[in-house]
């Protein structure tokens, strides 16, 4: 989860809400590919998660990363929660996912590069300490009282407010990972087409990605229990949005919605202030219960921004939120398929033509029917492995047409990282059907083979 943002001084007028999301309009040239992805880690001896503190440890791994390979740390209250270098950062979930927020790059071969990189240092810190680190979009056996909890304030007040609002909130913060892909902008029009084709079309993702079949030591019922979680978290700031489908869609209306959603906390001087369950609107008056007679800067509306969970949202980009943690061939995956869909303008219009047509209840239950069925799921009469074998047609395209080149111009374009989703929408299998086979098969119910089998 994001840390604390530096948006801005002082919001002295309305319309520097809409105005800081409009900032971040680029040309097309300046456009970039920013890849966050979270992996679970754990101790091999016993194969329990990552404590804090100890010699196998999240401080560890934090520690060896720094020292080893360069990276400054960021501390909160005297503890080590996160590494900067180079753009990038390494920040923690809850649970003590570690997570790679990788600099904004021009293509995915460099994107690809760097999460080569990390994955790279984590393990040989990882095999010094006697840790494992692992790519899924849920924890497949660890239970709730299992889990530690990192030493960060903004933590600790969403764990008690979870419970209020949803069913599933703990667990999200605790027992799941993700990858996603942040992408640009160029105007308030193309922010909108982008926007209603990422969310229409993060179902797609949610499938090709699927990776979580199990929870507490058994099948659950889904293929991606991850995106089942996020259904019942806080409807509040979660879902599809269907208000980005409506005319006047715009800047100003995603800020009308975000100041509708519920405060978390305020950061000041290094510290979490509870705001939990207050409203952004009487912040602006100065009627914040918790600083009341203070005026929010930007910096507060950066980090409310952070607070909302909608499967796609904006900031001063967009964020692709729909797809499950995975090993490490499919963390370059997600950004090519994003990437091909949206960044030329010929694929977007090809994207939106196969997604336009959708009521709001058809992506509500497509949405529903990913998680659940995987490439079986239907919507209007089609079904989701005919949709994504579309998309990825239309992605291949928009990354022949970048043209862009790796390995030294030995490698033409981006379009062999979707080689790993050709091979999913073929066989008609995601990756959380491969591990019930296996879970059914050679594992012989025994899940603790997962570790060895599928970690880094």
């Known amino acids: ?211 979580s079949p199990f929870f507490e030591g058994k099948p659950n019922g889904h293929l991606s229990w991850r995106s089942r979680i996020w259904r019942d978290l806080d409807a509040d700031r979660t879902g599809t949005l269907p208000f980005v489908f409506e005319d006047g869609m715009g800047f100003q209306r995603y800020v009308d919605y975000a100041l509708d959603v519920p405060m978390y906390f305020v950061y000041r001087d290094g510290e979490y202030i509870d705001a939990l369950g207050q409203s952004f609107r009487d912040f602006l008056k100065g009627e914040l219960p918790a600083l009341p007679g203070e005026k929010p800067t930007l910096s507060d509306w950066a980090d409310h921004l952070t607070t909302i969970f909608p499967e796609a949202r904006i900031k001063k980009f967009m964020e692709m939120r729909g797809a499950d943690g995975g090993p490490w061939r499919r963390l370059c995956a997600l950004p090519a398929f994003w990437v091909g869909l949206i960044y030329t303008q010929s694929s977007l219009d090809a994207a939106w033509d196969l997604c336009k047509g959708w009521s709001a209840e058809e992506r509500d239950q497509l949405r529903i029917d990913a998680s659940v069925k995987g490439l079986k799921a239907e919507i209007a009469g089609r079904n989701l492995q005919d949709i994504a074998r579309d998309a990825l047609e239309i992605a291949r395209s928009g990354l022949s047409a970048r043209a862009r080149p790796g390995a030294g111009g030995l490698i033409p374009d981006e379009t062999h990282f979707l080689n790993a989703l050709h091979e999913i929408v073929e066989s008609g299998k995601t990756p959380a059907e491969e591990l019930l086979d296996r879970y059914n098969g050679d594992w012989d119910g025994d899940l603790s083979r997962i570790y060895k089998d599928y970690s880094y």
Request: aromatic letters at 8%.
């Open 1 to 211: 989860m994001s840390i604390p943002q530096s948006g801005g001084g002082p919001i002295e007028d309305f319309s520097q809400l809409a105005g800081y999301l409009e900032d971040g309009c680029k040309p097309a040239a300046d456009w970039r590919i920013g890849t966050e992805h979270e992996k679970f880690g754990y101790c091999y001896a016993k194969m329990q998660p990552l404590p804090y503190d100890g010699p196998c440890s999240i401080r560890a791994m934090l520690e060896g990363l720094r020292d080893r390979f360069g990276w400054a740390e960021v501390a909160e209250a005297g503890n080590i929660i996160g590494l900067e270098k180079d753009g990038a950062n390494v920040s923690l979930e809850p649970g003590g996912q570690l997570e790679l927020s990788g600099a904004p790059l021009e293509t995915i071969h460099e994107t690809c590069d760097e999460v080569n990189v990390h994955l790279a240092q984590v393990k040989e810190i990882a095999d010094e300490i006697g840790a494992g680190f692992i790519g899924l979009g849920a924890s497949p056996d660890w239970t709730h009282e299992q889990m530690p909890m990192m030493p960060k304030g903004r933590y600790k007040l969403m764990t008690r407010y979870m419970g209020q609002v949803g069913t599933h909130g703990t667990q999200m913060m605790y027992r799941t990972c993700t990858v996603q892909v942040n992408l640009d902008f160029a105007s308030e029009a193309d922010m909108v087409k982008k926007f209603r084709v990422a969310l229409a079309l993060q179902p797609v993702a949610t499938a090709l990605f699927a990776n």
